[in-house]
Structures are given as C-alpha cells and as structure tokens.
C-alpha cells in the first residue's frame, strides 16, 4: 500500500511576526439597523421610524452604485457571527489587527448623521455614533481611537459636537466628508475648524459623502470606476478650496488629513494653485502666502489607495514633494479596495521613511505615545 | 510532480470547489460542469485567499456599446480588488504579462489506479471501486 494519510488543514497562513503599523482609515459598521437606538432619544427613534432620513442626494439609501462588491466590501470580510462586513470586533481583531500588527487603529464610520438635511437629526445621529464608537470599539480594544463624526452642514452643532469630546482620548480627530453641500472652505464650515483648532484635533477629509452634487464636476457618470476616480478630483475641489477662503490662514493650527483620495496629485494641483495665485491674488488677498506653502504645512495625506505607476521612481518623487513625514499608511478594511501592508510599499525606501510611513507620521499627528 | 487524492468524486459534485494545504501551499480545485481546476489559493496582486471569490464570466467587449460574456462560471474574481483570472490557466486579464496564478493540473483517477499508483492521499480513506479527484503539484 503506497498511500500515505496525513491531517488535512484549511488554516490560514501562520502568524509571521511584523512591524508594528497604524492603520488610519478602518470602517466599523453597525452590525443591525437599529443598533444605535439606545444612544438616541425616542424622540429620534420614532422619527427614523416614521419618516426615515432626508439627504441631500436623491437616493435615499446612500449609494447609487452597488459599489464593486456586497456593501463596498471584502468578500471574505463577512464576520462568522453573521451582520455586514466590519460589524464585529472580534473578527476585525482576528482578520486585520492582530496579523498586521496594528497598533493604532481609527475608525472613520460612513452613513452616519452626515449629508442629512434636518440639521437636529443630524446631530442626534452624530452624537449617538461616536457613543457607539466608544461602548463598541474604542472601549473593548486599546489600539482603536475613534474619529468624531460630526453634523457637517450646521457649524454651530458640529463644533458644540467637538467640545463636547474634546479631551476624551478614545478620539483623536474630527471626521468630515468630501462631497458636501459647498466647497470645504465656506464661511458655513468655520465653526468646525475653530472648534477642532481648539481640540488640538487635525480634521479628517474622507472621500464620498451626500452633498446633493452630481459625483464628478462634469455632471453624474455612467459607471462606478468614474466615482472611484471622482474622489481626487472631488478632494482637489475641496482642498483648494480650503486654500482659497483662507482657512488655513485663518486657523493656522489646523491639520487636516485627506483620507482615501489617493496624493499623486498634489504637486500637480498645488503648482497650479502656486501659478494662478501669483496672478490673481488681489481677489484673494486674505490668502497671504502661495498656496504649496499651507498645503505642505497643514495636510497630511492617507495612503489608501496608492497610485501604482509603473515606474516606482515617479511614486518617489510625488512622495518628496509631499514629504515622507505626511504620508498616514492606510487599509481601508474592510472595504474591496483594501490595501495590505506587506505588498503596499515598494522595495528602496529606507528605514526611517517606512518607520514613519507605517506607524511614525500616525503616532505622531494623533498625538499617541 | 506529486500527485494528491483530494477527495471522491461525490463529494466535489459540479459547481463546488475545496480548498486544501497541500505541502505549505494553499490550493483549490473546482469542479466546473465535470472539468476539474486546481489553483493557487492566493491572488499575486496582494496576497488575498483568490479562490474564495465569485465565479463570473469573461465581458469582452470589441466597440462600446457592444458586450459579450463569455466563459460563464470560469473566471474567477479576487474577493479583494477584483482581478479576474482564467481558472482553466491562471492568466490574469488585468495585466497578462505580469500576473498569473498557478494553475495546477485536477482529473479523475479510478480508484485501482490510485491504490496501485504513486499518489498521496490527503484524509481520503481510498477504496479501488470509487473514483478519485487528483490534483497535480
């Protein structure tokens, strides 16, 4: 008989000892419809009940396309226990966590109580998900900080949202979207900024949103893969704007991250920004120094997803110019287009860059230990 | 080449798949309508489990306006990004030059032969009237 037996094993690669990374873009999602009851009055209970939410955009569930996978998401980012993807922490612990070593984690929630146009709703939603992000995560795992998530088109009730967290430690910064009802840098936006100033909180600029505006600026595509490169083009609105109205003149202090848009285009947009300025800056004569100058000293920039030239020297150069002291690696769990760590980074960066990359550059905007 | 006996035929019926370690490697082996596919259990773009993904089929495309779908339940599309690979070659159809995912040879042995052969068996109990799903490697 010349037939060997042995164990069958359907277990996972063995857990290889890594680097100890941050990862600054992690999406939790509620794992039923109605799990953020019992951080919202009954007053906001009945009215979900009765007349659901209001948004900006037409659709009223959110997302126009289904997003390239079930909920945006990992196909194998289905938790064991059931509920959508990115619902449970212990499958989070055990799928992203532990194997890469995570040692910070922050958790920017979508659909939240942003986009919606009753502004009280809003802030009820908001305030009740980032309790939810404190009794569900941020409480039960160490390494999770938790962003706050704040009703983006009423100032006044966002900023009272940031002082109210202000000092809590299970958050280290404030949670905006990119696509809203105007360009960031508007007058209606300020109070976030003076707010988040104050909380020495940088504020973090998430690709998507409701704002009610088509997803490109050329009107509403055909296809999903144009949202996917809307994003940076939405972003560039946005931080330009912020340049023009003078936000960063005015709030000097500020940090702002921009989260999931990709970076590559930075020189290219701040250059522009640079040129124009120099000749129509009597318009803007609040915006005091070119514009390259406070982007590069107020963004910082989330890796997820990085732009994968052929060339890995033109990935090296976009990343000089930005500074590898700016760059926030990212995963973006669990959504599809999750980046993984150990393949993200191509080989010839030194130590000290992929120190900072990974985990230096995090630690030290979110002011952890 | 090793040759593993993977399972009876009975329990990898059409349109099912299994997923198995063999020697440190990650492996899956399809049953598409009778033919049998083994391949690389890990996507060469990032690492992820490939073969835990959807089987689609192949939309081809020679002027816009005009799709054609072809190879139904034979690509296979990564359950991160997507990346669509042939499951009858491993050819990847982002970049084809660059990517591929090891494709392993998979067919039906008769049990006497496999008995009387030089395969390994994995958990499989092997008796010479049943026939045998056998992955190549």
Redesign the interface.
């Given at each position: 008989m010349n037939i060997q037996f042995r164990e069958q094993t359907d277990s996972v690669a063995p857990l290889t000892v890594k680097t100890a990374i941050a990862d600054c873009d992690i999406h939790p999602a509620r794992a039923t419809r109605t799990e953020l009851y019992p951080y919202l009055a009954k007053r906001w209970q009945h009215h979900l009940e009765v007349y659901g939410v209001h948004a900006y955009q037409g659709m009223m569930e959110g997302p126009p396309y289904p997003k390239a996978q079930p909920n945006a998401s990992r196909r194998d980012a289905y938790p064991p226990e059931g509920g959508p993807q990115g619902s449970s922490l212990s499958f989070m612990q055990k799928q992203l966590l532990d194997p890469n070593n995570v040692q910070l984690g922050v958790l920017n929630p979508l659909n939240t109580g942003q986009g919606i146009r009753n502004h009280e709703l809003s802030a009820a939603l908001c305030s009740a998900i980032n309790d939810w992000q404190i009794d569900k995560w941020t409480s039960k795992d160490k390494r999770l900080k938790a962003s706050i998530v704040v009703g983006n088109e009423d100032g006044l009730s966002a900023a009272a949202e940031i002082r109210e967290r202000a000092g809590d430690r299970n958050f280290v910064q404030v949670l905006l979207l990119s696509r809203n009802v105007e360009p960031l840098g508007q007058r209606r936006y300020w109070p976030i900024y003076q707010a988040a100033e104050e909380a020495g909180l940088p504020v973090g600029v998430h690709a998507f949103g409701f704002g009610g505006n088509p997803i490109t600026p050329s009107g509403w595509p055909s296809y999903y893969i144009e949202e996917m490169v809307g994003h940076s083009q939405c972003q560039q609105s946005a931080l330009a704007s912020l340049v023009l109205e003078g936000v960063f003149e005015r709030f000097p202090k500020l940090k702002m991250v921009m989260i999931e848009a990709g970076f590559g285009w930075a020189p290219s947009l701040a250059w522009r920004l640079d040129k124009v300025w120099q000749r129509l800056r009597s318009e803007v004569p609040h915006v005091k120094r070119p514009p390259s100058e406070y982007i590069r000293e107020q963004v910082w920039w989330t890796t997820q997803p990085m732009e994968d030239p052929e060339r890995r020297e033109d990935l090296f150069d976009v990343i000089k110019w930005i500074g590898w002291d700016r760059l926030l690696f990212a995963t973006d769990y669990p959504h599809w287009d999750y980046d993984e760590p150990s393949r993200v980074l191509p080989a010839g960066v030194s130590e000290a860059n992929r120190e900072a990359f990974y985990l230096g550059n995090a630690k030290k905007l979110y002011g952890i230990a | 080449m090793a040759r593993h006996?993977i399972a009876p035929v009975d329990e990898l019926p059409p349109g099912t798949r299994k997923?198995?370690?063999i020697d440190g490697r990650?492996i899956a082996v399809f049953n598409i309508k009778g033919e049998y596919f083994g391949l690389m259990n890990r996507c060469p773009?990032?690492?992820?489990?490939l073969c835990?993904?959807?089987l689609i089929g192949l939309a081809q495309s020679s002027e816009p306006g005009e799709i054609e779908y072809t190879k139904l339940g034979e690509i296979i599309r990564c359950?991160?990004?997507?990346w669509e690979f042939d499951i009858r070659t491993g050819q990847s159809y982002c970049d084809p030059r660059r990517f591929r995912v090891k494709a392993y040879p998979a067919h039906v042995e008769p049990g006497a032969s496999?008995?009387?052969?030089?395969?390994?068996?994995?958990?499989i109990?092997?008796k010479v009237e049943s026939d045998y799903v056998v992955v190549e490697l």
């Open positions: - | 006996v997923f198995l370690e990650p773009h990032q690492g992820a489990a835990e993904g959807p359950p991160w990004h997507g496999v008995v009387k052969g030089p395969y390994v068996a994995e958990t109990p092997v």
